[in-house]
Nanobody
Framework: QLVESGGGLVQPGGSLRLSCAAS????????IAWFRQAPGKEREGISC???????KYDDSVVGRFTVSRDAAENTVYLQMDSLRPEDTAVYYC?????????????????WGKGTLVTVSS
């Protein structure tokens, strides 16, 4: 099971850190992907971290978001800085249980239920 947390209301230019915590399995070597779905839009992959901690970012978040892993906490984080109103969405994490150096945004095995991020003044 994956559980996201850390969402909330933040002003433009602000920061949030989302957490993706695993229970029932060790995500230390799993590839983890972050997605978001804005109102009226399709879900999109925005960042992921591979089994060897190689990271990937969509152009819309590169330079503003940082994905990282804390094996001791069995958690993957998404640090979001310089937030914009267009970042408003429900954010999800998902796990790929196949050891994979390069992460991907499809064929993922476990999903969280999401956490809402609202960027507004």
């Amino acid at each position: 099971q994956l559980v996201e947390s850390g969402g909330g209301l933040v002003q433009p230019g602000g920061s949030l850190r989302l957490s993706c915590a695993a229970s029932g399995f060790n995500l230390e070597h799993y590839a983890i992907a972050w997605f978001r779905q804005a109102p009226g839009k399709e879900r999109e992959g925005i960042s992921c971290i591979g089994s060897t901690d190689i990271t990937k970012y969509d152009d819309s978040v590169v330079g503003r978001f940082t994905v990282s892993r804390d094996a001791a906490e069995n958690t993957v984080y998404l640090q979001m800085d310089s937030l914009r109103p267009e970042d408003t969405a429900v954010y999800y994490c998902a796990a790929d249980t196949i050891y994979r150096a390069t992460c991907r945004y499809y064929n993922l095995d476990y999903w969280g239920k999401g956490t809402l991020v609202t960027v507004s003044s």
